[in-house]
Nanobody
Framework: QVQLVESGGGLVQAGGSLRLSCAAS????????MGWFRQAPGKEREFVAA????????YYADSVKGRFTISRDNAKNTVYLQMNSLKPEDTAVYYC?????????????????????WGQGTQVTVSS
């Protein structure tokens, strides 16, 4: 049974930093691309960042580019999201997701419907 468990969320002041982790089990981690999405109250889920199965390719939403960094440790079956210079508009529940190897990943990494497994989410709240 596949499980994705996020951690590291919390309350932080604007300008601060948080590091989210997502520990995966029940799958061959190195065969999955990983993504982070977020959903704020009353809004649709939106793409934040993604990383290829090898870790060689990373992708970011324009709203977080230059502030967030996605990385992965295949030996630990874990993907990370380092979030710096946080803004109140970053407040949301953050979800990690896993997607099987795909030849179209570089064209569809930001589409939630192509991801196969999801975590339960972790709350990030940024106060002004």
């Amino acid at each position: 049974q596949v499980q994705l468990v996020e951690s590291g969320g919390g309350l932080v002041q604007a300008g601060g930093s948080l590091r989210l982790s997502c520990a995966a089990s029940g799958l061959t981690f190195g065969s999955y691309a990983m993504g982070w999405f977020r959903q704020a109250p009353g809004k649709e889920r939106e793409f934040v960042a993604a990383i290829s199965w090898s870790g060689l390719s990373t992708y970011y939403a324009d709203s977080v580019k230059g502030r967030f960094t996605i990385s992965r440790d295949n030996a630990k079956n874990t993907v990370y999201l380092q979030m710096n210079s946080l803004k109140p508009e970053d407040t949301a529940v953050y979800y990690c997701a896993a997607r099987r190897v795909s030849s179209t990943f570089d064209r569809s990494y930001n589409s939630a419907r192509y991801y196969d497994y999801w975590g339960q989410g972790t709350q990030v709240t940024v106060s002004s």
